[in-house]
Every structure is written in C-alpha cells, then in structure tokens.
C-alpha cells in the first residue's frame, strides 16, 4: 500500500486543481443566473462548515485548546473570508480565465511574505520570477481595463482576485505552523465555523432572501458543486497530496487549474480567449516557476552543514 502512496498524492493533486479549473467557469455561471457574489461566499462557507463538522463525527476526535480555537479565529479571517470573498467576488465581476491566472501567482505572494516574515533570503531567480509573474498579472489588469468586459476581464474583478492570492499568502506565512499541529478535519472545521460566524451577520439574511427566491436547477447544482466539490472534497485531496509531495510538484500542478477554466471557458462562452491571456499565463507560469524552484533557507543552511561536515571530514588525519 505505502508504494501507491506518491501515485495517489499525486492523483489527488491531479483531482484538486481540476476540480477547481471546473470550478471557476461553473461558479460564474451560477453568479449571472440568480445568485451574486457576497450569497456565493455565504454558501460555500456555511456549506462548508456543515460538511467538515459532520465528517469530523467519523474521525479520531482531537482535543483543542481554548487559546487554539481563538487562534483558528485569525487563520479564519486570512485563510478563508478575505481569501474566500475576493475570489468569489472578483469572479463575479471578471472572466473565468483571469480569476484561474491570477489564482496562480499565490507562490509569489507567499515568497514575498516568507522573506519579510520568515526571513527567508532573496535570490536573484526569486526577484527574476517575481518580475515575470507581475509582468502577467500587469497585462491582464490592463486588458481587463480596456475591455470592461465580463468575458474578457474586469480590473475590479482582477484586483479582487489578487487580493485574495495575498491573504492566502498571508495566511500560509502567520499560521503554517500552527495548522500542522491538527488533522485536516479538525483545522477546517473551526475555521470554517468562524468564518460563517463571522459573516453571517452581514452576509446571512442577504443569502437567504436569494435562495428563498426561484433559482434553476442548474444554478443550485452549480452551487452544490462550488460547495462540495470544489470546497469540502478540493480542500481533503490538496491537503492529503500535500503532506506526500514536495511543495515545488505541488506548485507545478497548480497549473492545471487555469487550463481547466479556459477550456470549458471558452468551449462554454463564458470566456473569450485573447493573445494577451496566453502571454500573461506564459508568464505568471515562468514567474512560478522560478520562485518554487529557488532554494529556501533550510536549503541553503542544509547545504552549508553539508559542505562543513564534508571539510571536517577531509580534514580528520587517516588511520
């Protein structure tokens, strides 16, 4: 069994991103045929929430305490309601295929953020990709600002999608640590109960006047998807794949999300593919891939350990 393990990681990984490439054209269908972003959000975080607690009632009950289930507050508000409403809001407003681009250039926030938080050194490959990354996302706001269409782009749509990237980020550099010390149930069952104790003042009573109004069965089984697919199933494959492969296959993989979305994009209608979108993925692609594929710091100290354990070895008189 231990031999299929990496196979298996990395059909889950496989799994993940495909769903989410589905997941972005069926998500904008579903927000221009009765539901609207802020509804969207409130769906797929108090679906979310409901799924995790439920699956939690069949898995090795962890103990939390007081101090963690506060903690699990914070990584609330980066990992999933910042995270979560600009997403599903800058897909409301702009194309599929942009929202799935941007979606990739999370790599380069997170190195960004490693090097301010976590000190983790710049390189000049990391500068290289960081340059080549924002070089895309640049040509796709400035496509989206002189279309202003909702097939080819929105800057509004963009910027929001971008920021969601950045709290990711954000949250991966403040709370990595501290999500490592429980199991995947246990982590996204508090923080998708905060998050929906969090915006369901706001965005609850909203939701509900829309889903009490006459939706299609397409758009609540597009809906359903969203929530249980591309949230509850999405968030176990990546997370179970991502304890067996490296972080840079994790990366490379994250590409197969856009080529998803613009496939069914365009097949669908929901998006036009331009000249401009296939330089932008070229590279935030190549960006990606140079930041994934620059050393870190435990890299570098590992080398340097290395290097003086290999000195002292030399330098040992023989027998």
């Known amino acids: 069994m231990n031999n299929n393990k990496p196979l298996e990681a990395h059909l889950s990984m496989f799994a993940a991103c495909a769903i989410w490439g589905l997941m972005a054209p069926l998500g904008k269908d579903a927000m221009t045929h009765g539901l609207d972003g802020p509804s969207m ?16 009632l069949f898995v090795k009950r962890e103990r939390v305490p007081l101090k963690d ?10 990992g999933l309601v910042c995270n979560q409403c600009g997403y599903t809001i800058g897909l409301s407003l702009t194309s599929p295929i942009n929202a799935s681009i941007v979606t990739t250039s999370m790599p380069i926030f997170a190195m960004l953020l490693a090097a301010l938080i976590l000190k983790e050194p710049i390189t000049g490959r990391k500068v290289l990709g960081v340059g080549l990354g924002c070089s895309g996302a640049l040509m796709l706001i400035l496509t989206s600002a002189a279309h202003a269409d909702g097939k ?18 954000l949250y991966l550099s403040l709370f990595n640590r501290f999500i490592k010390k429980y199991s995947i149930f246990t982590v996204n069952k508090w923080m998708f109960l905060w998050a929906t104790v969090i915006l369901a003042p706001q965005a609850g009573p909203h939701t509900l006047s829309i889903v009490n109004s006459q939706l299609s069965i397409k758009t609540i089984l597009e809906a359903a998807y969203v929530v249980v697919f591309g949230t509850f199933i999405g968030y176990i494959l990546i997370i179970g794949a991502q304890k067996v492969l490296r972080p840079t296959v994790v990366a490379v993989y994250n590409y197969v999300q856009p080529l998803v979305a613009v496939t069914v994009s365009v097949l669908t209608g929901l998006g036009v593919l331009k000249w401009t979108h296939a330089l ?38 023989q027998d």
């Open 152 to 169: 080819v782009g929105d800057i509004r749509g963009d910027l929001c999608c971008l920021g969601a990237q950045f709290s990711y980020a």
């Open 41 to 56: 959000v409130m769906l797929r975080i108090a679906g979310g929430a409901l799924l995790f607690w439920v699956a939690s």
């Open 280 to 317: 932008a993925v070229v590279l935030v692609f190549s960006g990606v891939m140079l930041v994934t594929k620059s050393r870190s710091r435990r890299d570098m100290e590992q080398q340097t350990n290395a290097g003086a354990s290999s000195t002292q070895a030399s330098a040992r008189p």
């Open 69 to 78: 289930v506060l903690t699990f507050a914070g990584a609330a508000v980066f």
